[in-house]
């Protein structure tokens, strides 16, 4: 089992991955097919770190 606050940070390690492998060759994935589409990677990373805090609040 993750330790807490472990999740938030796996999910933040694996966005940034897959932003890097973004901005050096796109992924072609659906509004994703430049490298300047990297942000919306990074809107993504928000979302899904504040929603996992918000459910380990709430476990």
């Given at each position: 089992?993750?330790?807490?606050?472990?999740?938030?940070?796996?999910?933040?390690?694996?966005?940034i991955?897959?932003?890097?492998?973004?901005?050096?060759?796109?992924?072609?994935?659906?509004?994703?097919?430049?490298?300047?589409?990297?942000?919306?990677?990074?809107?993504?990373?928000?979302?899904?770190?504040?929603?996992?805090?918000?459910?380990?609040?709430?476990?």
């Amino acid at each position: 089992m993750l330790v807490k606050g472990g999740m938030t940070k796996l999910l933040a390690l694996v966005i940034i991955g897959i932003m890097l492998i973004q901005i050096i060759k796109p992924l072609g994935w659906p509004g994703l097919k430049r490298r300047g589409d990297f942000w919306k990677l990074a809107l993504l990373a928000m979302a899904a770190i504040s929603l996992a805090a918000i459910l380990g609040h709430w476990v």
